[in-house]
């Protein structure tokens, strides 16, 4: 028997309790926004797998990033992440978040959304339809549950690299400092 | 159907008696082309404002034309009344692009000239507001301007993916980078 097989249980129960209330903060950012009420709502009913929105960051575990983000928001974004209580999970959602999309050549978004946060899973598509936000859901909830889920430890042993890049576009850096 | 002109002839008439260097051609019926080297716009827009009863101002346009040295900013203009929609071309010298505000008259211009401002370096002069408008924290060449190479400023700031330059499958070093395995989709059962 192993030792600490009391704080392994502990993590098996909080795994399975964090995988199946999934709170997505109600934030859109680009298109991919449209998308998500048809996934919430009774045809494809994503509150069956404990998904479901939530007004206020403190209160989310899951930030969805909706498409492109133009340098503007990603500023806004960072900060809306940093407020997120752990664990806390980013979804990569359409073309746009994985390589710029058809924003490719513009002047005002982000190209690879990895650089600033730490993207636990990406949906692609353009846009992905309900089955496939579903289906990210589904793959998240597998990711926590074998504990891979880890992108906001990462955030954390990696602070310095990810300010790097995010200070290496948002030109008047005013933000507050989070420690954790 | 030769009376159907009557109008626009006469509101050419009246521009060309009041203003000598303004050049007015007649595009088709319910559309007057109104352009001038700069200069005297507050001016001439209160004249068509107050005298020739285009009251309303639906938009303000801008456009680079390196080739010329220059930038046109294209004023749209709408008679109620008579049905008529007036564009008004300014050309402005692009090294001192200036010109004077139009706020005075409509209010809602201010919006439009905010924009101009951020995306061509335009000044508007007496302006109350002149802040960023949708761009954050910009410095570099206004990006509407034809001179500003898109491209060379993504590439400086912003880094590629591997595999979006040549047209590849990204999920490959999506794949590496996460040290997990190529999503494998089947698309030939179909």
Redesign the interface.
Known sequence: MKEDWGKEAGNIIARWARKHSLWVLAYGTGCGAIEIPPTMTSRYDAERFGITGMATPRQADVLLITGYLA??TL?RVIRTYEQMQSPKYVMGFGSCT???GMY?????T???L??YLPVDI?I?GCMPRPEGVIDGFIELQKLIDSGQANGWKKYQDNLEWYRTNQK?????WKMPDYNW | MSDTLQKEEQIKASINAAFRSAKVSIQRKGRIIVEFRGGILPAFASYLKEYLNFKHLSMISGVDWPEDNQFELVYHLWSYEQSIHVMVKVRLDREAAKTKTLTPLWEHAETYEREIHEMLGVEFEGHPNMRDFILEDWDDLPPMRRDFMTREYVDEVYEWRKGREDAQDVRQTIAEQYNTEVPNFNNEDK
Do not use: A, L, Q, T
């Open positions: 340098v503007k500023k994985i390589n710029g490719w050549d513009s002047y005002n982000i190209k690879r990895d650089d990406f692609n290496k576009v948002i030109k008047n």
